[in-house]
């Protein structure tokens, strides 16, 4: 069964660094491109940032270009969201996303609540 | 980047009816004159969201056959044949074409 689990989050001031991580099971980890999609409480869903099954190509949302930077370990099955220069307006429910050409399973969500 | 439009923003809807949920782009989806790149995804209430329809047409597994997509290039539409109870939540689409990845704004389908 695939299974996707986000950790991690929590309160943090602006300004401040937050990593999430996806600890991935059940199926090929490293054969999967991985994403982040947020949500922002009572708002939409907002895709964050991507990366292939090696680690090696990565992209990002505007938004978040130069701030969050994604990493895996294929190792370890784990995916990761370091999130530096945390604003109010990243404030937002973190999913974890396998993309099988289409984003097939879903994580539970890990809540970033940036505030003062 | 691409723009995804949907409407309605809300959609009352009867147990029993159908429903439908408009996306419209704003560039053509379609990969190597093929594909198009759109999904639908529906996020019940307290839930993430869930795939129903990827590639504009094919119905993910497990998701009834009273769901449907259509439509091409940068029209296309949900279509749910006879709503039930659980049908109900926000229904988005979002085109997979090139990043960013976009979602449109959402529908929210309620009884």
């Known amino acids: 069964e695939v299974q996707l689990v986000e950790s991690g989050g929590g309160l943090v001031q602006p300004g401040g660094s937050l990593r999430l991580s996806c600890a991935a099971s059940?199926?090929?980890?490293?054969?999967?491109?991985m994403h982040w999609v947020r949500q922002a409480p009572g708002k939409g869903l907002l895709w964050v940032s991507r990366?292939?099954?090696?680690?090696?190509?990565?992209n990002y949302a505007d938004s978040v270009r130069g701030r969050f930077t994604i990493s895996r370990d294929n190792a370890k099955n784990t995916l990761y969201l370091q999130m530096n220069s945390l604003r109010a307006e990243d404030t937002a429910v973190y999913y974890c996303?396998?993309?099988?050409?289409?984003?097939?399973?879903w994580g539970q969500g890990t809540l970033v609540t940036v505030s003062s | 980047d691409i723009v995804m439009a949907q409407s309605p923003l809300s959609l009352p809807v009867t147990p029993g009816e159908p429903a439908s949920i408009s996306c419209r782009s704003s560039?053509?989806?379609?990969?190597?004159?093929?594909?198009?790149?759109l999904d639908w995804y529906l996020q019940k209430p307290g839930q993430s969201p869930q795939l129903l329809i990827y590639?504009?047409?094919s119905r993910a597994s497990g998701v009834p056959d009273r769901f449907s997509g259509s439509g091409s290039g940068t029209d296309f539409t949900l279509k749910i044949s006879r709503v039930e109870a659980e049908d109900v939540g926000v229904y988005y689409c979002?085109?997979?074409?090139?990043?960013?990845?976009?979602f449109g704004g959402g529908t929210k389908v309620e009884i």
């Open positions: 996303v396998r993309d099988s050409g289409d984003f097939d399973y």
């Open positions: 059940g199926f090929t980890f490293s054969s999967h491109w």
């Open positions: 990366i292939d099954g090696n680690g090696n190509t990565a």
């Open positions: 560039q053509s989806l379609l990969y190597r004159n093929r594909f198009n790149r």
């Open positions: 590639l504009g047409s």
């Open positions: 979002m085109q997979a074409l090139q990043t960013p990845l976009t």
